[in-house]
């Protein structure tokens, strides 16, 4: 039953061979990498507004000049991302760059800040579609927490079955929103052009508002930065992109950074020029598309593809966890499975982790998307930080064509990214002081893997001079319930393999006739089998199979011979029947795998009706 729900949900197999097809085009890529950055318009300007209008309304006319501020650091972001690309096409993005440069320690701590903060853009995107959504349908809100668990195990379903296919499903949200902002900030221009569109701002740009500090400022700065977060996605996943790998990455990345500045600008102004105020009931988005469409169709076609980019920016964590996964496990940081690909050639045992840790993330902020934004911008601004101030090493180092110049956009990303690190863990600190526990907790992780990985491989790498052991003979154990055809056929093959074959069962109290009678059946078949019979008084098994198994491993050793436990099972013709019958021997087989001078092995029969 697994196997064909499996089927319908995730799709039939690929081969490796069709990995190939799986490349993603720049039109491709640009809805499946650039749906997070892309859809923090709908919330990154009114972080901003929601900061500075606790002082006054008045305030928010600062909204403009943090906004510039943040296109800078946008450019500064992109130019050194393309570089990044260029440099360093193996995808991995920041955790590359600062392992390079920097050493494996501060590449770790980029790593681990990355997985992280795509588990929380997978949170914070959810969670605010979902406000999109019961701010069109009030009536739902208070079940926000279940909707936002299930978008987000629909969006891992998704992934499952591919990049193509999810790359093919994210192209009409992410299309439509921005097919609809173009219309709604060039509706709205217009309208205020030819004064349609009434002056509304509380306050000129440039006025004097009382109260106002540099503090103030600096944490709207900060709060507006959260619409950078996703733009490292594509230097992550340069793998998945169509030859030429490095030239389609660097200019979907530019296609996405001329786009999001735009729509952040434009959003930015008629969010000022209308005097928007954020409201806990409606979003700053929804106000400016009343004002502009009123009570219509776009209206809530707007809604509507806010709600789904939203929900679908999520996918772009879903893309870039995995390789980023991949990269750490290929280097031993992270458990092996991470670098399997599955049935439908994605990195599964990745896509799936981020979906439990978003959910996780989901329930302990209560979908509360306001309490996630802190964190996760210092998630992204230490990865930021470290991957350029790694590309000035890497030019000062590498030198080449135009080092300088883009030493200097690396030098400028590095000082803003580095700024707001710092402002965000003073402005924010009450939010933002989990990373200062996760992160250690995190690299310590990391370190006890690796060493783990490196121990294993020192002990299993032949050397010349070590000496193979040879045995004298072998000692083969069978363990016995009952004298059916699986015994006899257990007892041949260990007859086959072994010197010394010894026959155990285990009785207890509940029914001694019986106990006496499978002895005696055994003894009467097997005359030549030695036939031993524990008694245990407290219904357990394993101990005393333990116990004895413990003693004739020691007893053979004294001889040289090895010590096999033969474990007999019989097989179901079907699966599901498996769980009708008892699962004595998977428990048998876990304790007696912890001896080291023990080898188990399974004789199974397989039932034919």
Known sequence: MWRYLKRLLIGKPLKTTDEGGQSLTKFKALALLSSDALSS?????????????????????????????????LFAITMSYRQIIHAYPSGGGAYMVATRNWGTSI?????????????????????????????????????????????????????????????????????????????????????IVTGKLNYEAAAPV???????????????????????????????????????????A?????????????????????????????????TVLSQIGMAVFGHGVFYYLLQLSTAMILAVAANTGFSAFPILAYN??????????????????????????????????????????????????????????????GMIIHWIRERGRNWIVNLLFNFLGAFISLALVVFLFWLHFGNVWPYLIIMPVLIYLFYKIHDHYITVATQLRLRQEANLHEYNGSTVVVLVSSVTHVTTGAINYARSIGDYVIAMHVSFDTNPKKEHETANEFKESFPDVRF??????????????????????????????????????????????????????????????????????????????
Not at 217 to 240: H, Q, R
Not at 355 to 373: D, H, P, R
Not at 541 to 557: E, G, H, M, T
Not at 596 to 605: D, F, K, L, Q, R
């Open 250 to 282: 660097a200019n979907t990345l530019a296609i996405m950074a001329i786009v999001l500045a735009a729509f952040f600008a434009g959003v930015t102004f008629l969010s000022y020029y209308l005097g928007i105020i954020p409201n806990s009931k409606e």
């Open 41 to 73: 318009v709908a919330y990154g300007t009114e972080q901003i507004t929601a900061v500075l209008v606790v002082l006054s309304a008045a305030a928010t006319w600062y909204a403009i000049p943090a906004a510039g501020i943040v296109l800078v650091l």
């Open 107 to 191: 590449g770790l701590v980029a790593g681990g800040s990355l997985l992280v903060d795509y588990m929380l853009t997978v949170a914070v995107s959810v969670t605010s579609g979902t406000e999109a959504i019961t701010s069109a349908i009030p009536m739902l809100r208070e079940h926000s927490v279940a909707i936002s668990i299930i978008i987000v195990l629909f969006i891992m379903t998704l992934n499952l079955r591919g990049m193509r296919e999810s790359a093919s499903f994210l192209t009409t949200p992410v299309y439509l929103f921005i097919i609809l902002l173009i219309i709604m900030i060039c509706w709205g221009l217009f309208n």
């Open 532 to 609: 031993v019979d524990l008694h245990s008084s407290y219904r357990s098994v394993a101990s005393p199979v333990l116990r004895f198994c413990d003693v004739i491993a020691k007893n053979s050793a004294k001889k040289n011979y090895t010590t096999t436990v033969l474990v007999p099972q019989f097989v179901p013709r079907k699966p599901w029947q498996n769980i009708l019958h008892n699962q004595t021997s998977l428990r048998l087989r876990a304790v007696l795998n912890s001896r080291e001078n023990i080898i188990v092995a399974t004789y199974s029969y397989h039932l034919k009706k």
């Open 328 to 389: 750490l496990a290929k280097d031993k940081f992270m458990p092996h499975m991470y670098m399997d690909k599955g049935d439908r050639l994605a990195y599964s045992n990745g896509i799936i982790s981020l979906a439990v840790g978003a959910i996780v993330l989901i329930l302990i902020f209560k979908g509360q998307t306001s309490l996630l934004i802190p964190l996760y911008a210092v998630g992204v601004f230490v990865p930021f930080t470290l991957s350029q101030s």
């Open 206 to 248: 440039g006025s004097f508002v009382p109260g106002m500090s540099l503090v103030l400022f600096l944490k709207a700065f900060s709060a507006g930065s959260s619409s950078l977060t996703g733009v490292e996605a594509i230097s992550n996943a340069v793998p998945n992109f169509r030859k030429p790998k490095r030239k389609n």
